[in-house]
């Protein structure tokens, strides 16, 4: 059965972290008996090492193990090409459950030997202009007219290495190279204004006889142009031709869905689609306190902030607002709403509370009632008492009372005029130590005998009522 391509993907990415180290390994790759097990036909490639890249059906993964059916090809080369010296064939045929090619190898060369001369030598690459791409059987595919460095890193105090290359088309500058940190490490071939002739294998041999090589082609292959796309993708488009890139990036507020870079292939493709913006989007916001209240709606996007506030006769726990960033998250944590109630009213002394039940918690705190915001108390003094004060006070939303308690004064009640006669001073309420007299109309008069000013007591009584009027005639 062909290989998974999640699965490879995945695989790819464990591999992708294995330590490189100096090594000859060679693929446990066989022909296996297919016929018990079911599978007549398929070719099995497996214990691939991560230095190792296999390309099936244009998907290039580091892979432990891959099954191709019969007329099936793969493509193998090492993962970075020239660092290692690739042996075997590149392109592998299953054929009948049978692989036709010999078995793919890599072999650690003297960048990673610390230039020991018991390796074959490091080839690297340069293009000072122009561009190139890796196809999958390891041959580098340069576009022409580009000027291309072919850089065999030996250490120049154990001699020179040689270049030799199979394209006969025109002799090739070669030479260690000039800059000071690269004259002893790099000797150099370089090919100017690369054309299709020039396609071949370059090969670097040392004086010991370890060589290496490189395959190079020639080729003009360009992807479809890309349309400049909408805003709000930014775009740096470098052109359509073979190892070409377009980059890509978002504004603020906005997140980039797809590859940043994008790069025309040795196939003539994009490496992947071309990625769009989308706006960042903080999660939606749910209420769980039915008293919390969110003022502005549709507010989710970057930048944009979630105003609160609570229900009357609630106050507000935490931040007023939230601002989505960046990063899609809220920049602060959701706040709370709680009842607003204010204390117990303070007694006052010799006065009692009236309270208003429809405004009060039925349920007792460790301190008694539980006053919600608009719970009216009304005050009144015991008998004998005057009120100072306002009489009615309100829990507002600050949970605070609208007024102070009021206080009890002692005081005593105006008595009332006896008939026929006026009583002085007139008040409503006297003072403990006030005293009345009795004035009566013509006709009449006050008993003859003394007769004691009626005196306000310190409880609040008369000490006597206020003496009557007699007429005349009965005196």
Known sequence: MPCDDRSGRTRARVAAIATTMLFLFTLNFKCIDTEN????????LKDLHPLLIVTY?????????????????????CREIGKYKFIGDSLLHCRNGTWDG?????????????????????????????????????????????ILHLECLFARKLGNPEWT???????????????????DLKYRLSIYYAKPPD????????????????????????CLVLNVPEPPLISRIGGSRMGNSAVFECPVGYRLEGASRITCQYNGKWSTEMPHCEKIKCSEIIIRNNALLVLNEHNSTYGEKAIFTCMWGYKLLGSQSMTCEGDGKWNGSMPTCQKITCPVPEMPQSGRIIEQPRYTNKKQSNHGRIYKVGALVRFA??????????????????????????????????????????????????????????????GYVTPLEPVKKPSCRENGIWSAPPPPCRSYKEV
């Open 37 to 44: 097990l079911g599978l007549d036909n398929v070719c099995i």
């Open 57 to 77: 059906k244009y998907l290039t993964m580091s892979i432990h193990t891959i099954r191709v059916p019969h007329n099936e090809r793969l493509m193998v080369r």
């Open 102 to 146: 010999k078995t793919p190898s890599c072999v650690s060369t003297t960048a990673i030997s610390n230039y020991t001369e018991d390796v074959p030598p490091t080839i690297d690459f340069g293009l000072p202009t122009g561009s190139a791409v890796v196809e999958p059987t390891g041959a580098l595919a340069v576009y022409p007219g580009s």
């Open 165 to 183: 290359w199979t394209s006969t088309f025109r002799r090739y500058l070669t030479g260690w190279a000039i800059a000071a940190r690269e004259r």
């Open 199 to 222: 396609s071949g294998i370059y090969t670097c041999t040392t004086p010991k006889g370890l060589n290496n090589s490189i395959q190079v082609r020639v080729v003009d292959v360009q």
């Open 381 to 442: 003094c015991q008998p004998g008492h005057q009120l100072i004060g306002e009489a009615v006070t309100i829990c507002t939303e600050n949970g605070t009372w609208s007024h102070d308690p009021p206080v009890c004064k002692v005081r005593c009640p105006y008595p009332g005029d006896p008939p026929h006669g006026r009583i002085a001073p007139l008040k409503f309420w006297y003072k403990p130590g006030d005293n009345i007299q009795v004035t009566c109309s013509p």
